[in-house]
């Protein structure tokens, strides 16, 4: 229900609060349903596109990535077959089209043909390879690759999107990656921690040093096999 004051009668009130603290009478107590803590989902997707649209998300990002980068050029050096990790959505390409026109909500199927209004399917949008680069990631990439640490993305994406996703990480100025590791139909797991870390395993198993391993999520970077991990911010959605 939407309140029907007036600017006039909303000046009357604050006029009235003022003139309440001033003779120290205390505002009359709200009856109504405690959320016992919850957060208000209205408020938090405020919060979150401001903080996207503030420039604050960005430049978190590059914060954490320039830290990767840092560690990685120091150690590249110092281990044999070095490797580097990347989760590929909010980490190596965003989804931020998608997430807007669909206010923060998760619609799997569906068709994506009305952006940048939604509803818009996630896998139509991933499909149509068109999610954009994370800056600070690409630089992290370009600066490993320069000393010879091979990259390998390891994603939740199904098998099925493997050339759309491929094609969109092209797209987004990624080149000569070693490995792209999708999940294999009908095989799900309780966490994607459950399905990353044994990829992980595996690409130890090749030989590579994983010296470091980033993603959005922790699930992302659960279950070892990686000398450092960093956790860029993600406050619009969560995957466990
Ligand atoms: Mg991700």
């Given amino acids: 229900m939407r309140l029907r004051f007036g600017r006039r009668s909303i000046a009357a009130a ?15 107590p709200v009856d109504g349903a ?6 208000n989902v209205g408020d938090a997707r405020a919060a979150a596109t401001h903080y996207h649209d503030s420039g604050a998300y960005d430049r978190d990002l590059v914060r954490v990535a320039d830290a990767a980068r840092r560690w990685v050029e120091k150690r590249a050096g110092q281990v044999s077959h070095p490797a580097l990790v990347l989760d590929v959505d909010e980490t190596s390409l965003s989804n931020w089209p998608v997430m807007k026109a669909d206010d923060f909500a998760y619609i799997r199927s ?30 992290l990439v370009r600066a490993a690759q320069s000393r010879g640490v091979a990259i390998f993305f390891v994603t939740g994406r199904g098998e099925a999107e493997r050339a759309a996703t491929a094609a969109n990480l092209t797209h987004a100025g990624y080149r000569d990656w070693t490995g792209l590791y999708l999940r294999a139909p009908g095989r799900p ?18 030989g590579y040093t994983i010296i470091a391993n980033m993603g959005d999520q922790p699930s992302d970077l659960a279950g070892g096999h990686a000398e450092r991990t960093f956790l860029l911010p993600n406050p619009f959605y969560r995957i466990n």
């Fill in 34 to 39: 405690a959320s016992k803590g919850l957060v």
């Fill in 189 to 206: 797991t309780p966490s994607a921690a459950d399905y990353k870390a044994p990829i992980r395993a595996v690409i130890e198993a090749r």
């Fill in 14 to 28: 604050c006029l009235a609060g003022l003139l309440g603290g001033c003779c120290g009478v205390m505002p009359a």
């Fill in 110 to 139: 569906g068709a994506c043909d009305s952006l940048p209004a939604g509803p818009c399917g996630y896998l139509a949008w991933e499909n149509r390879a068109e999610a954009v680069v994370l800056p600070g990631t690409l630089t």
